[in-house]
């Protein structure tokens, strides 16, 4: 059984694009003397890896399979 659907995949692989994009063009800012960091570019990248991976699986039916079988006796 998926974690996740289909729709739900392509909606968080849509919403971590966009953040990707947001973050080439402003991944972090200063205010005063503080420092504001969005968001790990290296952690989003990780996350559309394994939503897509999840994709493939749900795509492809992969996961567990159930087998029956008959004892002999």
């Known amino acids: 059984m998926a974690i996740f659907t289909l729709q739900e995949l392509d909606e ?3 919403a971590f694009k966009l953040a990707l994009q947001a973050l080439a063009v ?5 205010l005063d003397r503080r420092e504001f960091v ?8 990780k996350t559309l890896v394994f939503l897509d991976q999840e ?4 795509l492809s039916g992969a996961g567990p399979k159930f087998v ?3 004892i002999v006796r």
């Open 26 to 30: 402003n991944q972090s800012y200063k």
């Open 55 to 58: 994709r493939s699986k749900l």
């Open 38 to 45: 969005r968001a790990d570019i290296e952690e989003i990248r």
């Open 68 to 70: 029956t079988g008959r």
């Open 12 to 14: 968080q692989i849509a």
